[in-house]
């Protein structure tokens, strides 16, 4: 992987979350876009979960040079056929063939790092490259860095960042478990609610860089 890349996970039906990083990824320049899975909820929202869906074909098909990867999650649901292809893999019928992680160069993604472990084992055991590996995973719900795979229980759970920002720069030779947390997240104060965090982040790979973004947009009241 050598262009600059936004990421995301965990949208759970949030069009609005899903729209302001795309807009964002349009913003910068930036021409690929890697969703970690988990589009659809518990609830049945066939319309929403289409709309996410088109909403990723439009930005994709909008210019050749752009680049649409997405891994499965376990609410990944009923995809559009057009855009089965963009999704590892999965087959024609939208049924997953394989397990669903991206590799490529030093960069791994899946929706579960659990199946990062098993896939990629010795790799992990012995890695020794003089380039950083990054793991880029969904499925805790929450902004992490690691050098080896966590699940987070619930109160380590970091849903946004305060200050809107972290970087982190990559050191060669090392392992960096990465989750850009939950595309929307609900913030309360002292029991009432102020507002939501957009979550995603951006890998540079030129810049040997990871910037996790939280976006918080206060609540504005009717």
């Known amino acids: 992987m050598n262009e600059k890349m936004v990421f995301f996970g965990d949208l759970h039906l949030e069009e609005e979350a899903l729209s302001f ?9 930036i021409n690929v876009v890697l969703n970690l899975g988990d589009e659809s909820d518990f609830e049945d929202s066939p319309i929403i979960l289409e709309n996410i869906y088109k909403r990723l074909m439009k930005w994709r098909d909008k210019s050749s040079d752009r680049r649409l990867i997405c891994v499965v999650g376990d609410q990944t649901e009923d995809v559009i056929p057009k855009l089965r292809r963009n999704y590892v893999g999965m087959d024609e019928n939208g049924e997953v063939i394989e397990n669903s992680i991206f590799k490529e160069s030093n960069l791994i993604a899946v929706h579960s790092g659990q199946d990062v472990e098993r896939a990629y084992s010795e790799l992990l055991r012995s890695y020794h490259n003089t380039e950083p590996l990054l793991v880029l995973h969904g499925d805790v719900h929450a902004m992490s860095v690691y050098r080896q795979y966590r699940w987070l229980d619930d109160w380590q759970k970091v849903r946004f960042i305060k200050n809107g920002e972290r970087q982190i720069k990559l050191k ?51």
């Open 172 to 222: 060669r030779g090392l392992i960096y478990w990465i989750s850009p947390g939950c595309a929307l997240w609900e913030i309360y104060k002292n029991h009432d609610f102020v507002g939501n965090a957009i979550n995603f982040g951006i890998y540079d790979p030129k810049e040997k860089k990871v910037t996790l973004k939280s976006v918080v947009k206060p609540y504005q009241k009717p």
């Open 21 to 29: 990083i795309l807009q964002y990824a349009s913003r910068k320049k």
